[in-house]
């Protein structure tokens, strides 16, 4: 599996990935957040994800902006910008 959200996956793949991908990332990319930090909605999900795209490797950037992507068509206030 690529990490990469693809069209079709219901909320909770996309919510599974994204904890897996804050899990992998959290030393590398999201260190200034609480270790017990775990985001709660999809606004915080997309925070993270921008997190990681700022500060991670080439691949985790196109799974983290995959997520978001996602997040940002189908939930309001999860914006790809």
């Not at 959290?26 to 260190?31: F, V």
């Not at 196109?62 to 997520?67: E, H, T």
Request: some cysteine; glycine content about 8%.
């Amino acid at each position: 599996m690529s990490g990469i959200v693809m069209p079709g996956k219901d909320s909770r793949q996309v919510f599974d990935d994204a904890c897996r991908l804050i899990e992998e990332k959290r030393a590398t990319c999201l260190w200034f957040l609480d270790k017990d930090y775990r985001p709660v909605d999809a606004a915080g999900i997309a925070r993270c994800m921008r997190y990681i795209e700022r500060y991670g490797d080439c691949e985790s950037y196109k799974r983290a902006r995959g997520i978001r992507e996602w997040l940002s068509r189908n939930f309001k206030g999860a914006s790809a910008d």
